[in-house]
């Protein structure tokens, strides 16, 4: 389970999300709405545990652990995931070593990675620069072929569909179920996910029971997510807001 | 001609620059030196030489026990040769006393592509004792195995000189791995190398020098390269142990028509070194191609990375890329790529960068499960992965000097 209560962060000394509340049980995926700079990925990344994102209240508990100061590998092998948004190029560093990496495979086993290339039509990128000259769609494909080498508990995703052509959005849904353990039968489902979507192409594929709206650094409203996509589509985020800022407390 | 094989001419060159300066590199004070080393007894089975020695060697690529991955093999310890033998026909190696001996026509080498008043340097390897190899590679023959060669630096104090030819006559193949280390680590020594390679037409040459010197040593390289029409020369140097102050920025000349000239350099460097280290290369044949790539790393010390190209000919093309890594709070790194061009329809080009490694690379690994150190290490290892061809196992692969974190287990 990850449980986060309160969750306030700063970058750069300024408080980007304030009092975040979400729980996510086991074999849940929840899906994240939200305009441009509403905080989604800073809330991805301060899961993750990125230095630059400061928390400066609330906690975030995985697995019943308080994980809110632990570094990023440290809660990577817990079994925390994350596919990028725009992941960095590493020259000098193969695909196939990252994917070795996240197998955490003394012996590197090249049919597995080979296996797993396969699988996400990448095996003429094995021995590739990480990222290097990769279009949008490839990103998305080798970031998942990573995680399902990496096997995490919890997938966090930026944005998984972006920059990926309609024919690719299919296989991109495949992988990203089969991390999500959709074909497993809900009461042995243990993985947990947290997508966030702008497009909801996304939703066509995976099993998201509950979304959340975010805007101005916080959660404006929970629900489920195919009558909030539907209605986002229908009234834009300015309709979600007003009804968020509606429901607020009158200030003194 | 003198007995050494020098023209008079050169030779009054040569005096003449004795005291001139390089226009390169910390000035060494040549007196601090000495130029005379005893004689050492020939080894015929190399295997037997000392095993202190023979470890060293292996750090630098030279493998002695078991030579049947070389198809030549050329020992050097101080200014003695002791050992040259070759295990493959058409491929000649020995000492350049004897090639002078046996071939009148040495004089159409010997300082014809390095001027031997260079600097104080070249002239100091003409005017004092020395001695080098003689690799050459018959026509349209082909080396398998590499041939080796190791200069052995074993007194203190000593100012090792070395005057090396090497021919690769029209259409050969040959792959040499030259291994360059002392015995000393802590009292100073000196190393001056010539080394002039003649690429014939449709030849092909693999150079890889391994530099594996200690924290008092100095080392001035003075190489230059000719390439013929069709020929390919290929250097790779690598440096991953500490020196003390090493400049050198050796010169091909693509001279003949779809020549090609590459150089890759790898150096690493910690506190209290000096390195000034280029490649410089002349296109003046037709349609001639180079890529020079260097990579450094300093924890501490000081790197200049050179690399000069200049196109001469119709379509020739050249690449420079310099890039450099400084880890931790000191080092210096300044990279000078230079490009000159000299007539229309040429194609050069550069990349140079000089930088830290960036925090969101190392968060990104972090994020797959790695730790800091073995993220850092990674994307070390990534970035001095330059595609050496020729190497030893022993060295192929690995990019794990002291001063390099430990690979992932």
Known sequence: MLKIKDLSVAVGGKEIIHDVNLTIQNGETHVLFGPNGAGKSTLLMTIMGFPKYQVTRGSIHFKGKDITHLSIDERARMGIGMSFQRPPVVRGVKTRDMVAACLKSETEDDAEINQLAERADLEDFLERDINYGFSGGEIKRSELMQLLAQKPELTLLDE????????????????????????????????????????????????????????????????????????????????????????????? | MTETGTSPADRDKARAAAAKKAALGEDIDLSRYDASSDELPYQADPSKLPSQAKEQMLTAGVMLDDPSQRSGTYIQMDNTPVHSSVSQDGVEVMPVGQAMAKYDWMADYWWRAVPVDQDKYTANVELNQYSGYFIRALPGQKTLFPVQACLYLAKDKLMQNVHNIIIAEAGSELHIITGCTTATADEPGLHLGVSEF????????????????????????????????????????????????????????????????????????????????????????????????????????????????????????????????????????????????????????????????????????????????????????????????????????????????????
């Open chain 1, 160 to 252: 998984p569909e972006s920059g990926v052509d309609l024919v690719n959005i299919a296989l991109i849904g495949e992988l990203m179920n089969d991390l999500l353990e959709k074909n497993c039968p809900i009461q042995e489902r243990r993985c947990m996910g947290l997508i966030i979507t702008h497009t909801g192409h996304i939703l066509d594929y995976v099993n998201a029971r509950t979304g959340y709206v975010m805007c101005g650094g916080t959660i404006g409203c929970t629900g489920d997510p195919h009558e909030m996509l539907a209605t986002i589509r229908e009234k834009g985020y300015d309709e979600c807001i007003q009804c968020y800022l509606g429901r607020l407390p009158l200030s003194d």
């Open chain 2, 198 to 409: 003649y690429i014939k037409k449709g030849a092909r040459v693999t150079f890889t020098m391994i530099h594996a010197w200690s924290p008092a040593t100095a080392v001035r390289p003075r190489s230059a390269v000719v390439i013929e029409d069709g020929g390919l020369f290929l250097s790779n140097y690598l440096l991953m142990k500490p020196v003390k102050s090493l400049q050198m920025n050796p010169l091909a000349r693509c001279t003949g028509e779809g020549a090609t000239a590459r150089f890759n350099s790898v150096l690493v460097t910690g506190a209290g070194s000096s390195l000034d280290v280029g490649s410089r290369v002349i296109l003046d044949g037709k349609g001639s191609r180079t890529e020079i790539v260097s990579r450094a790393i300093t924890t501490g010390g000081s790197i200049v990375a050179r690399g000069y190209i200049e196109g001469n000919a119709p379509d020739c093309k050249g690449h420079l890329e310099c890039r450099g890594l400084i880890l931790g709070d000191k080092g210096v790194i300044q990279a000078i790529p230079e490009l000159k061009g000299t007539l229309a329809g040429i194609d050069l080009s550069h990349e140079a960068a000089v930088g830290k490694i960036a925090e969101e690379e190392v968060e990104y690994l972090m994020a797959r499960g790695l730790t800091h150190d073995q993220a850092t290490a990674a994307i070390v290892r990534g970035f001095l992965r330059v595609d050496i061809e020729g190497l030893p196992p022993i060295l192929a692969g690995s990019s794990s000097g002291p001063w390099m974190p430990a690979k992932k287990k």
